[in-house]
Nanobody, 123 residues
Framework: QVQLVESGGGLVQPGGSLRLSCAAS????????MAWYRQAPGKQRELVAA????????????VKGRFTISRFTISRDNAKNTVYLQMNSLKPEDTAVYYC????????????WGQGTLVTVSS
């Protein structure tokens, strides 16, 4: 059985930083795209950032800062089957449950979701 386990959520003050991790485990042949989504109370789940197996990335407009420099950075460690989300300059509107998602080749192509980790940005 393949699963994703997130960690790193918590309470942080506005302007602060957090780093989320998501590790895949199980019978994994390869992982193509990995991504982070978030869902705030009363809102739909939205894509935050994604990274391909070739390390191409894209980000939601909501996490981009001035001059298109992203406040968030997604990265992956293929040797550890892990994806990270470094979040800087956090705002109260970043408060949400953050979910990891991955396209995994495991005796067939699977779309796998993590259980979610809560990020609360508040003073």
């Amino acid at each position: 059985q393949v699963q994703l386990v997130e960690s790193g959520g918590g309470l942080v003050q506005p302007g602060g930083s957090l780093r989320l991790s998501c590790a895949a485990s199980g019978s994994i042949f390869s992982i193509s795209a990995m991504a982070w989504y978030r869902q705030a109370p009363g809102k739909q789940r939205e894509l935050v950032a994604a990274v391909t197996s070739g390390d191409s990335t894209n980000y939601a407009d909501s996490v981009k800062g001035r001059f298109t420099i992203s406040r968030f950075t997604i990265s992956r460690d293929n040797a550890k089957n892990t994806v990270y989300l470094q979040m800087n300059s956090l705002k109260p509107e970043d408060t949400a449950v953050y979910y990891c998602h991955a396209d995994i080749d495991s005796w067939g192509e699977l779309e796998v979701w993590g259980q979610g980790t809560l990020v609360t940005v508040s003073s």
